[in-house]
Nanobody
Framework: QVQLVESGGGLVQPGGSLRLSCAAS????????MGWYRQAPGKERELVAA???????NYADSVKGRFTISRDNAKNTVYLQMNSLKPEDTAVYYC??????????????WGQGTQVTVSA
């Protein structure tokens, strides 16, 4: 059983900052990629940022220079530092992890999502 729990969302003003956290727990053998996706109502879910086990990162063009993804492998946790937030960043942010359980193959798991609202 694997569970991903996000935290850190909330309401912020434009230009503000938030730090999202996602902790994976359960019978985890190893985690390859971890990432953050977001989805606004009526829109498709999109990749915001991703990070590999080796530390390579990938960002959506819309957040480059503003967001930073990082991870703590010892804690099976991924973070998303969001600075200079804009109203268009408003969405539900979902954590994703590509991982292997104790005996099973690699699979992708999702968190429940955390709401980020950027508004004056």
């Amino acid at each position: 059983q694997v569970q991903l729990v996000e935290s850190g969302g909330g309401l912020v003003q434009p230009g503000g900052s938030l730090r999202l956290s996602c902790a994976a727990s359960g019978s985890i053998s190893s985690i390859n990629g971890m990432g953050w996706y977001r989805q606004a109502p009526g829109k498709e879910r999109e990749l915001v940022a991703a990070i590999t086990s080796g530390g390579s990162t990938n960002y959506a063009d819309s957040v480059k220079g503003r967001f930073t993804i990082s991870r703590d492998n010892a804690k099976n946790t991924v973070y998303l530092q969001m600075n200079s937030l804009k109203p268009e960043d408003t969405a539900v942010y979902y954590c994703n992890a590509d991982l292997r359980t104790r005996w099973g193959p690699r699979n992708s798991y999702w968190g429940q999502g955390t709401q980020v609202t950027v508004s004056a």
